[in-house]
């Protein structure tokens, strides 16, 4: 396990990074141990700063693998709703075609397991550390609720990443998911299976929402709410159908959905009261030609975005009612007049306005970036209710979500499979660009299917993948490989 043993320690370096001036001036980043890093809460907090900041930096020295918002990318351009609008500019086209993670030796395979456990181990030392900080309960507390809510929201991305879908009818799932380091260690462990992963995960979160309540100095880090909306996502995917509605529910409690105005003001901006979390993009952190907005938003000045605005499938978006405020976030038939692209960016049918930042151009990167919503948790728990048949309570959560993005919109009196569709369709239009699709057709045991739509042959070029299949799985990196003799590959 060379590769994660390698983060660890640089990962200590990062932590230092976002540490105060003092911290650093007694610490220097080439000597920061654990034992400095959690001897107070204070510098526990900045260590744990540093985990958080840890999900926003470039990877393998690549602008393209800008950390956790990268992968959000990915997860859709993988899918079928992500359309490239020609083949211009070509980052993350083999994330699209299906050949990055298909290669053992290439970056994709290592980018997540690189990002993943270097956040594990980093959160391991909190978890080992924190509780002989010198400081309050609380703050110790609080600290440790968040290494282990990071801890799991790490392994929940792995799992379903390196290993097969979880089957909630088939218990314990005993298909081979990830190595399981619950310490900072130094030895090779094997994959353990998918079934111990997630119950790893959800202990984690279950002694998170212990430790953790509503109170938290910025967005950017996780609270009591957060959890439960973690709790809710890995409910759902393991089809606890019960728990993901309970857990939904309750995790956007406290959070008001956009006004229809505030829906168009550029998804950047984690003031916006339905953000539950999200990165915080400060100026002394841009990552420039690196960061999820200089990729995904529709203004920011760069070849990416000029040469290649990214679309929507036209498929899906000619189902959204024209008095839905989300049929906006895109433009069917762009002009100068209806649509924002930067100078000289070419404008494209069923192009992305959904993710734009101040200016016209941008020249900055600076949009803050949404890793939680209010409106995620109204998706899960309709579609929660509506899988164990509980129609009536899921087209009513679904119509106090849909209701506010168009008025126009009537409770739903669809039942069964219907209601559902009507909920998932709903999902793929809300959350389009935030990083799940890919893995919603996986936890669904769906095909890929793009055939029909705006996608270009020569950027897309597979069009179809069987649920099921290998392809579903990324590999295990050579790197890995090589250095722990425990571990075992995926299916080549």
């Not at 602008?63 to 918002?69: E, N, S, T």
């Not at 080992?128 to 790490?154: C, I, P």
């Not at 899921?394 to 106090?400: C, P, Y």
Request: aromatic share 10%.
């Amino acid at each position: 396990m060379k590769i994660r043993l390698l983060t660890i320690l640089i990962a200590l370096g990062v932590l230092s990074t976002s540490c105060s001036e003092e911290y650093l001036e007694t610490s220097p980043t080439g000597s920061v141990d654990a034992a400095a890093a959690y001897a107070t809460t204070k510098n526990a907090a900045a260590a744990i700063n540093g985990i958080y900041r840890a999900m926003v930096v470039r990877y393998l020295g690549s602008q393209g693998h800008f950390g956790h918002p990268a992968m959000m990318i990915i997860m859709d351009v993988m899918g079928e709703d992500l359309v490239f609008s020609n083949s211009s500019n070509n980052w993350h086209f083999g994330e699209q075609r299906w050949t990055s993670h298909r290669s053992e030796v290439g970056t994709m395979s290592e980018f997540g397991y690189l990002l993943y456990y270097r956040l594990i181990g980093n959160a391991n030392i909190a978890v080992a550390n924190v509780d002989n900080a010198a400081g309050t309960d609380a703050e110790r507390k609080q600290l440790k609720g968040e290494a282990l809510a990071l801890r799991a929201f790490s392994y929940f991305n792995l799992v379903q990443l390196y290993g097969k879908r979880y089957d909630g009818a088939a218990k314990p799932n005993s298909q081979l998911a990830v190595p399981l380091v619950l310490t900072p260690t130094t030895e090779g462990l094997p994959r353990a299976t998918v079934e111990d992963v997630y119950t790893q995960i959800n202990k984690d979160l279950t002694e998170a929402a212990g430790l953790l309540t509503t109170s938290r100095s910025f967005k950017s880090h996780i609270n009591i709410d957060v959890v439960k909306g973690f709790q809710a996502r890995v409910a759902l995917t393991q089809q606890n159908w019960a728990d993901a509605a309970k857990y939904a529910a309750e995790a956007r409690k406290s959070y008001t959905l956009m006004s229809v105005a505030q829906y168009q003001e550029g998804f950047a901006d984690i003031a916006n009261p339905e953000w539950m979390w999200g990165f915080d993009h400060l100026e002394d952190q841009s990552e420039f030609f690196g960061a999820y907005h200089s990729y995904i938003s529709c203004n920011f000045n760069s070849t990416n975005i000029r040469a290649t605005p990214k679309l929507i499938n036209n498929l899906l978006y000619d189902q959204i009612p024209s008095t839905d405020v989300r049929s906006k976030m895109w433009v069917k038939a762009p002009t100068t007049a209806n649509s924002v692209v930067p100078p000289g960016g070419i404008r494209a049918p069923y192009m992305n306005q959904k993710f734009r930042l101040p200016g016209t151009p941008s020249t900055s990167t600076m949009g803050d970036i949404p890793y939680m919503r209010s409106a995620e948790m109204y998706l899960i728990e309709a579609e929660a209710l509506a899988r164990q048949g509980k129609d009536a309570d899921a087209a009513k959560v679904l119509f106090d979500l849909v209701s506010k993005r168009d008025p126009s919109y009537k409770q739903s009196t669809s039942t069964g499979t219907k209601l559902i569709d009507e909920i998932l369709f709903n999902r793929r239009i809300e959350l389009w660009g935030e990083g799940f699709r890919f893995l919603d057709l996986k936890r669904m045991n769906l095909p890929l299917n793009r055939n029909g739509a705006n996608h270009n042959p020569a950027v897309a070029v597979l069009f179809d993948v069987p649920a099921g299949d290998k392809q579903w799985e990324f590999l295990i990196p050579r790197r890995e490989i090589n250095a722990n003799k425990a571990i075992e590959q995926n299916p080549l």
